[in-house]
T-cell receptor, first 117, second 111 residues
Framework: GAVVSQHPSWVICKSGTSVKIECRSL??????MFWYRQFPKQSLMLMAT?????????EQGVEKDKFLINHASLTLSTLTVTSAHPEDSSFYIC?????????????FGPGTRLTVL | QKEVEQNSGPLSVPEGAIASLNCTYS??????FFWYRQYSGKSPELIMS????GDKEDGRFTAQLNKASQYVSLLIRDSQPSDSATYLC???????????FGAGTRLAVHP
């Protein structure tokens, strides 16, 4: 099956700094990727849809100036948490759809655990 | 606001029993339905997808869909301790693969 990787798998940073998380589709091209956030004991909340070559689409309530998304190529999307604060500490997961016309399955990356001190 | 509802559990079943997980959704236009399993600290992994009314079986797992009742379920036969995890119901919310997740049901299978 399709493989999606994320880097880093975990990161600890100081309050006020910025953190970049990478999401890569390893064996397929993804014109669209999705970014989710999951707080402890809660479900995945879609933050934004990353679109290759165009602006990301953010879900209601998600600050686009705080969570910068860049989808620079067909295999890479990045999420930058700017001026991170402790309340941004969470599990960030990306996903990419399967091959068009074959399946609409989403393949998830392993996630990145962000801790802001 | 499109919603997906699940009983948060925990659902506790003995090893070898059938575990039944339920999910309801609000958007009648939804066409694709998924069950994901998530172990603690890990990302979700796809268990089943279902698109048509009725049952779909894959090994020990059976997904059931009733669009008229806006209801989808997952049955796990011969439950094993390794099945202990949180099971997330997800529904396609329109647009290419945009998924809305339920809160998840925690399943505990005890020996």
């Amino acid at each position: 099956g399709a493989v999606v990787s994320q880097h880093p798998s975990w990161v600890i940073c100081k309050s006020g700094t910025s953190v970049k998380i990478e999401c890569r589709s390893l064996d397929f091209q993804a014109t669209t990727m999705f970014w989710y956030r999951q707080f402890p004991k809660q479900s995945l909340m879609l933050m934004a849809t990353s679109n290759e070559g165009s602006k990301a689409t953010y879900e209601q309530g998600v600050e686009k100036d705080k969570f910068l998304i860049n989808h620079a190529s067909l295999t890479l999307s990045t999420l930058t948490v700017t001026s991170a604060h402790p309340e941004d500490s969470s599990f960030y997961i990306c996903s990419a759809p399967g091959l068009a016309g074959v399946t609409d399955t989403q393949y998830f990356g392993p996630g990145t655990r962000l801790t802001v001190l | 606001q499109k919603e997906v509802e699940q009983n948060s559990g925990p659902l506790s079943v003995p090893e070898g029993a059938i575990a039944s997980l339920n999910c309801t959704y609000s958007d009648r236009g939804s066409q694709s339905f998924f069950w994901y399993r998530q172990y603690s600290g890990k990302s979700p992994e796809l268990i089943m997808s279902i698109y048509s009314n009725g049952d779909k079986e894959d090994g020990r797992f059976t997904a059931q869909l009733n669009k008229a009742s806006q209801y989808v379920s997952l049955l796990i036969r011969d439950s094993q301790p390794s099945d202990s995890a949180t099971y997330l119901c997800a529904v396609n919310a329109g647009g290419y693969n945009k998924l809305i997740f339920g809160a998840g049901t925690r399943l505990a299978v005890h020996p």
